[in-house]
């Protein structure tokens, strides 16, 4: 039974949980997408709105996820949901696209970063970048295959170190920066005033990516039907009254005008506060919140992949748990023997990081999507199911939370071009294992539950 053996192996703590949630979320983005953000905001009013907003669709979503998770809990997570609801040939479809787009390509996108400032505390030669990219993502999934006691023990730390980082600069910007001489005759990106708040969204949600990685650990928490929605909302508050403060900062220090024409916020910042020595202390904080990302987002995406080798009979190889570490061993490594490619292409490309976001984000949205109807289809079809957690103002919040990804989708689609195509066709590659699905997956999950 999935309830049973979800109990057994529960470990995480809401604590845990939390510093997971947080580590995903709070990454490099925070200094690398608000000047993004900027570009597509007409004032210093409308550019703060926006950073709220996206807090408030993050709230709205963990609502969502919070009775999903409490009335579903499961390693699988969305993968879960999505067979419940929607039968086992869509999640089937959601694993494949999240093993060769979403997850895998997110964590390639952190690994460069990471590999671009550790480059600069350790040369490694022309393709430095790669190989500091390749050597972390190796190292955090053999931290990962020791155990979940190593891995959590590690996440608290660097999320700890990322979070206490994070506040001390913005504190140090606070007290310690002038503010600079506006710059004159910048201006926000052109177009509709909807279709710039539709990118400007579209990047702070970049930011806050991530949030919903918490679906991957309902099924090793400690009492998920309390704790699911307290570590979602006590992510949320935390997470979003962070980069509020954050962006308070920016917009002090730089002004509306300067922060849209900064290349790279953080070093402009850090540079403000710490003088000749910005560089250093910039590369030993992004790597450490690289690292935070990383190891969370490598925790939870190996979740999926044990998923999907539990319900295709084919894949059964990657669906076992190791006891002893309580652990997902095999499904860890093929989530690294998959990224690695991905770093070898962002290597010899011209500008890896960006591919790889329009790559990844009309997937994801189609698929947040259908995870937020599924809350309403789950209601009805098993009505009988104990939902400890209830979403508020039901079925508004989740038709809400399901028109936003809708918007995000188009969006995005728009803002990828070329890149969206691309992921999009990557996913229709997958539709040829639709055949290999268990045709009563479903079956199995509704008695499970």
Same mark, same amino acid.
């Given at each position: 039974?999935?309830?049973?053996?979800?109990?057994?192996?529960?470990?995480?703590s809401?604590?845990?949980?939390?510093?997971?949630?947080?580590?995903?979320?709070?990454?490099?983005?925070? +200094?690398?997408?608000?000047?993004?953000?900027?570009?597509? =905001?007409?004032? @210093?009013?409308?550019?703060?709105?926006?950073?709220?907003?996206g807090?408030?669709?993050?709230?709205?979503?963990? /609502?969502?996820?919070?009775?999903?998770?409490?009335?579903? *809990?499961?390693?699988?997570?969305?993968?879960?949901?999505?067979?419940?609801?929607w039968?086992?040939?869509?999640?089937?479809?959601?694993?494949?696209?999240?093993?060769?787009?979403?997850?895998?390509?997110a964590?390639?996108?952190?690994? +460069?970063?990471?590999?671009?400032? @550790?480059?600069?505390?350790?040369?490694l030669?022309?393709?430095?970048?790669?190989?500091?990219?390749?050597?972390?993502?190796?190292?955090?999934? #053999?931290?990962?295959?020791?155990?979940?006691?190593?891995?959590?023990? =590690?996440?608290?730390?660097?999320?700890?170190?990322?979070?206490?980082? #994070?506040?001390t600069?913005?504190?140090?910007?606070l007290?310690?920066a002038?503010?600079?001489?506006?710059?004159?005759?910048?201006?926000? $990106?052109?177009?509709?005033?909807a279709?710039?708040?539709?990118?400007?969204?579209?990047?702070?949600?970049?930011?806050?990516?991530?949030?919903?990685e918490?679906?991957?650990?309902?099924?090793?928490?400690?009492?998920?039907?309390?704790?699911?929605?307290?570590v979602?909302?006590?992510?949320?508050?935390?997470?979003?009254?962070?980069?509020?403060?954050?962006?308070?900062?920016?917009?002090?220090?730089?002004?509306?005008?300067?922060?849209?024409?900064?290349?790279?916020?953080?070093?402009?910042?850090?540079?403000?506060?710490?003088?000749?020595?910005?560089?250093?202390? !910039? $590369?030993?904080?992004?790597?450490?919140?690289?690292?935070?990302?990383?190891?969370?987002?490598?925790?939870?995406?190996?979740?999926?992949?044990?998923?999907?080798?539990?319900?295709?009979?084919?894949?059964?190889?990657?669906?076992?748990?190791?006891?002893?570490?309580?652990?997902?061993v095999?499904? #860890?490594? !093929?989530?690294?023997v /998959?990224?690695?490619?991905?770093?070898?292409?962002?290597?010899?490309?011209?500008?890896?990081?960006?591919?790889m976001?329009?790559?990844?984000?009309?997937?994801?949205?189609?698929?947040?999507?259908?995870?937020?109807?599924?809350?309403?289809?789950?209601?009805?079809?098993q009505?009988?199911?104990?939902?400890?957690?209830?979403?508020?103002?039901y079925?508004?919040?989740?038709?809400?939370?399901?028109?936003?990804?809708?918007?995000?989708?188009?969006?995005?689609?728009?803002y990828?071009?070329?890149?969206?195509?691309?992921?999009?066709?990557?996913?229709?590659?997958?539709? *040829?294992?639709?055949?290999?699905?268990?045709?009563?997956?479903?079956?199995?999950?509704?008695h499970?539950?």
């Amino acid at each position: 039974m999935t309830s049973l053996v979800s109990s057994q192996r529960a470990g995480l703590s809401v604590i845990d949980a939390v510093a997971m949630l947080v580590g995903v979320v709070i990454g490099v983005g925070i +200094f690398g997408l608000p000047p993004l953000v900027a570009q597509h =905001a007409g004032s @210093a009013e409308l550019y703060l709105a926006l950073w709220l907003a996206g807090g408030l669709v993050m709230l709205i979503g963990a /609502l969502c996820y919070g009775e999903l998770g409490a009335a579903h *809990p499961d390693q699988g997570g969305e993968y879960h949901y999505l067979s419940l609801a929607w039968g086992p040939q869509v999640a089937l479809l959601f694993a494949w696209a999240r093993g060769t787009v979403i997850q895998t390509g997110a964590i390639a996108v952190v690994a +460069f970063i990471y590999g671009d400032y @550790a480059q600069r505390l350790l040369p490694l030669g022309e393709y430095g970048s790669a190989w500091h990219a390749a050597s972390v993502v190796v190292a955090l999934t #053999l931290l990962n295959v020791l155990g979940t006691r190593e891995s959590r023990r =590690a996440q608290v730390f660097f999320t700890g170190v990322t979070v206490l980082a #994070l506040l001390t600069v913005v504190l140090a910007g606070l007290a310690l920066a002038e503010p600079q001489p506006s710059i004159a005759g910048s201006a926000p $990106a052109g177009g509709s005033l909807a279709g710039m708040l539709g990118m400007g969204m579209v990047f702070v949600l970049l930011t806050y990516g991530g949030w919903n990685e918490a679906a991957y650990l309902s099924g090793e928490l400690r009492n998920p039907a309390r704790n699911m929605s307290r570590v979602l909302l006590i992510g949320t508050a935390v997470v979003t009254a962070i980069y509020l403060l954050a962006n308070l900062v920016f917009l002090n220090i730089f002004g509306l005008d300067g922060l849209r024409q900064s290349d790279a916020v953080a070093a402009d910042l850090m540079s403000i506060v710490a003088g000749p020595r910005a560089e250093a202390l !910039l $590369a030993m904080f992004v790597c450490l919140t690289a690292l935070s990302t990383l190891n969370a987002t490598l925790f939870t995406g190996a979740r999926v992949y044990y998923a999907l080798g539990r319900d295709v009979p084919l894949l059964a190889f990657i669906g076992r748990w190791n006891e002893r570490g309580a652990t997902p061993v095999r499904a #860890l490594l !093929l989530q690294c023997v /998959l990224t690695l490619p991905l770093i070898l292409f962002g290597a010899l490309s011209a500008n890896g990081v960006e591919t790889m976001v329009a790559y990844t984000a009309p997937v994801f949205w189609l698929f947040m999507s259908l995870v937020a109807l599924a809350l309403i289809r789950l209601r009805q079809r098993q009505p009988w199911v104990r939902r400890p957690f209830s979403v508020p103002l039901y079925p508004l919040t989740p038709l809400l939370f399901a028109a936003t990804c809708l918007g995000l989708l188009y969006s995005s689609t728009l803002y990828a071009g070329s890149g969206a195509l691309l992921g999009l066709l990557v996913l229709g590659a997958g539709l *040829p294992l639709l055949a290999l699905q268990r045709p009563q997956a479903v079956e199995q999950g509704e008695h499970a539950e």
